[in-house]
């Protein structure tokens, strides 16, 4: 059974840093997975795609609120993928999610195509 667990959310003051963690159970991410993604929800918004990672190559993608200030990055030995997140700003509070697709995806910064998801962690921006 294939599981997503996201750590590493919390409380930060504006300009702060987080690192979020996404651990996969039950799959070998490098070998069976095309890209995984950071999406985040804010309460009463549509959910986001943040950064995403193509897998075999390592090319990343970002979502324009969020370049410059965050990083993702792939941990192979780990079956992980973590996003650094610098100068957080009020309006980075949401829920951050993890996700996983098997499949191509011609973009991945749309929750479309994305089959596992994890449960989420939350992040707080205050000012």
């Known amino acids: 059974q294939v599981q997503l667990v996201e750590s590493g959310g919390g409380s930060v003051q504006a300009g702060g840093s987080l690192r979020l963690s996404c651990v996969a159970s039950?799959?070998?991410?490098?070998?069976?997975?095309?890209?995984m993604g950071w999406f985040r929800q804010a309460p009463g918004k549509e959910r986001e795609g943040v950064a995403c990672i193509y897998i075999g190559g390592g090319t990343t993608y970002y979502a324009d609120s969020v370049k410059g200030r965050f990083t993702i990055s792939q941990d192979n030995a780990k079956n992980a993928v973590n996003l650094q997140m610098n100068d957080l700003k009020p309006d980075d509070t949401a829920m951050y999610y993890c996700?996983?697709?098997?499949?191509?995806?011609?973009?991945?910064?749309?929750?479309?195509?994305?089959?596992?998801w994890g449960q989420g962690t939350q992040v707080t921006v205050s000012s």
């Open positions: 039950g799959y070998t991410y490098s070998r069976n997975w095309n890209f």
């Open positions: 996700a996983a697709a098997s499949t191509w995806l011609n973009g991945c910064l749309k929750t479309r195509g994305f089959a596992y």
